[in-house]
């Protein structure tokens, strides 16, 4: 098992700036789903990508966006940061055959 | 009103004391997910239940679909289970779907 991995850690921008945020698959994984938690809340969905679509979107503006490549890895894009978009941003990768979810350890960006 | 309720939101033990989280959802789901989420800030998966009870070492996990109603317990805690502890669930026909999460409940265990 290769586990979920993202990059980077930690991530300080400034607002208005534009971020990319990264995240493998676990091995055999065909989707990965982007989650944001704000401090002292639970995750909330973003989107999920599957076949190299979105599969599911949450409640988020469209300057959050996303790619899943062929080897399913993901790419989150957030563009014209604001202050709230400070955040942990998780990545769990699935499977359509079932099994349960991997998460990353997350990417924590601060906005200033 | 929240989908997924979780009671108690904080929660401290001594160690060795059984320990009940409840998670109440509102909404017809596919499957229930207990995670354990540490201060760093990854998610561990614990369990994924569509019925009955399951059990993984001190960690047991029981659902209700008639009630809609989870419960986790831990069997002697110790200090290493203090963690975030989160129910989700997934709404509607998938089990590899968006996850709907609960605010967790802080568990702390005092040696």
């Known amino acids: 098992e290769t586990g979920v991995t993202q990059s980077p850690t930690h991530l300080i921008k400034t607002r208005g700036q534009q971020v990319t945020l990264r995240c493998s698959s676990q091995s055999g994984h065909n989707t990965v789903s982007w989650y944001q938690q704000a401090l002292g809340q639970g995750p909330q969905f973003i989107f999920q990508y599957y076949r190299e679509e979105e599969n599911g979107r949450g409640n988020f503006p469209p300057r959050f966006s996303g790619l899943q490549f062929p080897n399913y890895s993901s790419e989150l894009n957030v563009n014209a940061l604001e202050l709230d978009d400070s955040a942990l941003y998780l990545c769990?990768?699935?499977?359509?055959?079932?099994?349960?979810?991997?998460f990353g350890s997350g990417t924590r960006l601060t906005v200033v | 009103k929240n989908e997924v309720e979780q009671s108690p939101q904080n929660l401290t033990a001594q160690e060795g004391e059984f320990i009940t989280i409840n998670c109440s959802y509102s909404v017809g789901i596919s499957a229930l997910h207990w995670l354990q989420q540490h201060p760093g800030g990854g998610i561990v998966s614990l369990f994924m239940l569509s019925s009955g009870k399951k059990k993984h070492g001190r960690l047991i996990a029981t659902i209700n679909i008639q009630e809609k109603h989870s419960s986790l317990h831990i069997t002697a805690s110790h200090p290493r289970d203090s963690a975030v502890y989160i129910c989700?669930?997934?709404?509607?026909?998938?089990?590899?779907?968006?996850?709907?999460f609960g605010q967790g409940t802080i568990l702390t265990v005092h040696p």
């Open positions: 769990a990768s699935s499977s359509v055959g079932g099994g349960g979810y991997t």
């Open positions: 989700a669930v997934n709404v509607g026909g998938t089990s590899y779907g968006k996850l709907t």
